[in-house]
């Protein structure tokens, strides 16, 4: 899940390069499926992945919904979304290059918003929170999934990453908190958009 942001985290892409990202200890120790079940999707769904990378959240996401629009920064994830849509028969997803903090993405368009492990990549988090709250609808949801404020073996540097309470006070200015998951490698944080 590469991006352009503030500590530029990059993978080199190699032969292995997708196996790394969706490889089994990652898939053991953070199951998208079961990322994508408990945000609680319908048929009707449009969601918008940012920071999409490969699409490791996106293509499970895509099974469940509507429409689902990939976000990414970096030419190179939007060219392999492409490529494995196609190779999948994927239809009903969208790949944007565009910032996770200013996306194409009309505004009230959206049911739900997935921030996995971007958060603490991105310069500047309000903004990541009120792009998220301009394309959502109504009573829109946003989950933030990322990784715990500890050593979990892989991942950003301890000292880079978000802690799950600091995440939940953030977002309480446009969000509530509506469910919560932790295990000692991730956590997701569910909210709700607060009613104008």
Known sequence: MTRKMRHGHRFELSEDFIERLEGGKRREAIPPEAVVRRMHLSREDTVADLGAGIGYFTFPIA??????????IEPKMIE??????DEKQVTNLRAIRAEVTSTPIE???VDHVLAAFVYHEVPSRVA??????????????????????????????????IAPGAVKRE????????????????YQLMFKKHSN
């Open 63 to 72: 099974r469940h919904v509507h429409d689902v629009v990939a976000i990414d």
């Open 80 to 85: 392999i979304l492409n490529r494995r849509s």
């Open 107 to 109: 505004s009230g368009s």
């Open 128 to 161: 990541l929170l009120h792009e998220a709250c301009r394309i959502l609808k109504e009573d829109g949801r946003l989950t933030i999934v990322d990784f715990q404020k500890t050593e979990t073996g892989f991942g950003p540097p301890v000292e880079e990453r």
């Open 171 to 186: 977002a309480a200015k446009v969000f509530s908190l509506v469910d919560s998951f932790e295990t000692d490698i991730y």
